[in-house]
């Protein structure tokens, strides 16, 4: 069945589009394997949290992020979670006790039909073979980052959008926060505030991508 789907639907490449090969985990082309813009180890910024990206948010990496948050790729989630994963490795001096996610609000998802940052979440966790807690809740709609051009507005515009509801989930652990793009760090930092008044000791960062530096 799964070899009848490849040959009427074979898998595309995330960043490109171009036909792969079905038995190519990453599902990216040889081109983009060289090409699409990494990211050089983590950054710590002024966020109190770690943040790690595999990608910049450029070229290729702009289309995946869009076609999964927007264009219904949820299977793109997997593929790109394994640079995830691999990136966490990378960049953390320890791998974390839980993995959680900066959600969007309930009203975003009943709109979109999943979360996308939820999605990367389980496949990551998976990958890494830790659990996952569903502990924060974004509690209002905010403009997206993206829409925003200062790094002020943008904390304002986070500034308690974020709640842990799981606190046990979280307490005296540390704990690995999956967004899909790091913008200004402005989400990564409300939701770490959120996760260390639940108690987290620490809290790792980790977005498929990172938008300017
Ligand atoms: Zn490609």
């Known amino acids: 069945m799964r070899k009848l789907l490849d040959l009427l639907f074979p898998p595309r490449c995330v ?18 394997i060289n090409t699409v813009p990494r990211t050089f180890g983590p950054v710590r910024g002024d966020d109190p949290v770690l943040a790690a990206a595999p990608f910049m948010y450029a070229g290729g990496v702009r289309r995946a992020v869009h076609r999964l948050k927007f264009r219904g790729k949820t299977s793109y989630a997997k593929p790109l979670a394994l640079y995830m994963a691999t990136e966490a490795i990378r960049s953390f001096p320890n791998l974390p006790d839980v993995v ?8 975003r998802l009943r709109q979109r039909g999943y979360d996308q940052s939820r999605l990367l979440a389980e496949e990551t966790a998976a990958l890494l073979g830790l659990p996952l807690a569903d502990a924060l809740e974004k509690t209002r709609e905010t403009p997206p980052q993206s829409t925003l051009t200062d790094k002020t507005e943008r904390r304002r515009n986070a500034r308690g959008a974020y709640v842990c509801r799981d606190p046990e989930a979280v307490r005296g652990k540390s704990v690995l926060l999956i967004d899909d793009v790091r913008t200004s760090g402005a989400t990564l930092h409300e939701c770490a505030v959120a996760l260390t008044a639940a108690g987290a000791e620490t809290v790792y960062g980790l977005t498929l991508a990172a938008a300017g530096k």
């Open 15 to 32: 960043f490109c589009g171009k036909i792969v090969p079905p038995d190519e985990p990453r599902q990216t082309c040889r081109d983009c």
């Open 100 to 107: 959680v996610w900066a959600p969007v609000s309930a009203g």
